[in-house]
C-alpha cells in the first residue's frame, strides 16, 4: 500500500460528539498553527455544529458545551436564512475603532 499524503489549508481542527442530560453536543476546538493550542469557546464552529446537530438531533434549539480550560456554554437557535443567533456569556478581549 502506498503512502497518502493530503494538502490541505486547515485552519483547525473542531472536535464533537453526542451530549449528556445537560446539553445536546459537546466540543472542543484545536488550532495550534494559529498560536491556539486549545481555544476557549469558539462560535464559528458551534454556527456550523448547528446545522450538522439540528438537524441528527431534530432540533432548532440546542446547548452546547465547548470543554477546554476556559470551558464554556452556547445556547444555538437555527433561525431563517440559516442564520444561527449564539446565545451565552462572553468576555470582550479587544476593544478598537476603524477609520475608513
Request: some cysteine; hydrophobic content about 40%; overall charge neutral.
Amino acid at each position: 500500500m502506498k503512502n497518502l499524503k493530503f494538502e490541505m489549508d486547515v485552519k483547525g481542527i473542531g472536535v464533537t460528539c453526542i451530549g449528556n442530560d445537560k446539553y445536546d453536543f459537546i466540543t472542543r476546538y484545536f488550532n495550534p498553527w494559529a498560536g491556539i493550542n486549545e481555544d476557549s469557546v469558539t462560535g464559528s464552529v458551534h454556527t456550523l455544529l448547528a446545522s450538522y446537530w439540528g438537524e441528527i438531533l431534530n432540533k432548532n434549539e440546542m446547548k452546547a458545551y465547548q470543554a477546554s480550560n476556559r470551558s464554556g456554554e452556547i445556547t444555538l437557535r437555527i433561525l431563517a436564512n440559516n442564520r444561527v443567533e449564539l446565545i451565552g456569556q462572553a468576555i470582550v478581549i479587544l476593544k478598537g475603532e476603524l477609520y475608513i
